[in-house]
């Protein structure tokens, strides 16, 4: 039976979400406007004309509060410090008795120690009301996806690394998971993504789509993580987990160096499922892929090259509020 503690599938219904804003120039250098431009569209798609859910549209600072209401006069601005956009991870999860988990955050393994992150998803649950419980341990968003039965499914590559919590075995991260979270049942996949500055994040590899029912990708031509996605699937379905295959981008360059391109890094909102695209031969048909999986909701695909070299996507900067 599922517990009180754990939160709600993706799919559930949404009173809003959290969306950060690109808000600091000397992150975003170039890509900047082409950013802010993707993460609007993206808000506009979840917003969905007032169909979805309200959209509450995170800045760091006035200037970019002000360009955000320039170009999302849809959605609400919340002016909070942050370092960067990647509100998956660093803002609150909150479980299904409607409490905001607040984890420690320690920049990805100490890789992206940015002022302001450590702290947000606190001061974010607070500016809605909400009830806070503190969990003593290092957890990203990204790092883990649940179908709201109480079934997770996360990497080996990202929660078993030592730059996270050094001194929890295999068997404390699911204890944890169970006392904080609810989470009665782990499904452990091996590596996540090729230079996925995230350590493996779950939310670039395999995404619930429905109860004990698991998206991975089947590898393009040229994919260099084909061995990734196959040992996934093997994994998902040695564990009694249906998978769904959906087609990858294969292999994306930038600057002459693969990067974390996926189409699973989606968004599941209450009218729209906003998919990332970057430009490849299989964009059509992971969009049609995902449309299958989802027949009562719009499936909308949005190019996000520019938010992909900040290191995400639409899932990534994104973090739902349960109705």
């Known amino acids: ?80 410090p942050f370092g960067d956009i990647w509100l998956r991870d660093t803002a609150p999860i909150i479980g299904g008795d409607a ?37 003593d341990w290092i957890l990203e968003g990204g790092a883990i996806d649940g179908d709201g039965t109480g079934l997770v499914v996360t990497t080996e590559q990202c929660l078993l690394n030592p730059n996270r919590n050094p001194e929890l075995t295999r068997e404390a991260i699911e204890r944890r998971l169970n006392e904080d979270l609810g989470l009665t049942r782990v499904l452990w996949l091996g590596d996540g993504l090729i230079n996925d500055h995230t350590d493996g994040h779950v939310d670039n590899l395999a995404r619930f789509v429905g109860e004990n029912r698991l998206a991975i990708p089947q590898a393009a031509d040229n ?47 209450n009218a729209a499922v906003v998919v990332p695209l970057y430009g490849t031969p299989q964009d059509d048909a992971a969009v049609e892929a995902i449309r299958a999986l989802f027949p009562t909701r719009d499936v909308v695909g949005l190019r996000a090259d520019a938010i992909l070299t900040g290191g995400g996507s639409f899932h990534c900067i994104s973090q739902q509020i349960p109705a």
């Open 99 to 135: 409490r905001a988990r607040d984890f420690g955050f320690n920049g990805w393994g100490g890789k992206y120690d940015l002022p302001g992150d450590e702290d947000i998803g606190a001061r974010l649950a607070r500016r809605r009301g909400l009830s806070i419980l503190p969990c």
């Open 223 to 269: 994919d260099p993580n084909w061995r990734i996605y196959q040992d996934a699937a093997l994994r998902a379905r040695a564990a009694g987990v249906e998978v769904v295959l959906v087609p990858s981008p294969g292999r994306v360059l930038r600057d002459e160096e693969v990067v974390p391109a996926s189409y699973m890094n989606f968004y599941i909102g």
């Open 1 to 80: 039976m599922t517990s009180m503690l754990t939160p709600p599938a993706e799919w559930a219904p949404h009173k809003a979400v959290w969306i950060g804003f690109p808000s600091h120039p000397e992150l975003w250098g170039d890509d900047l406007d082409e950013a802010r431009t993707e993460v609007v569209a993206f808000a506009r798609a979840v917003h969905a004309g007032g169909r979805g859910e309200q959209v509450l549209l995170v800045a760091a600072d006035d200037e970019a509060a002000a360009a955000a209401r320039a170009l999302a006069p849809f959605a609400e601005l919340v002016v909070e």
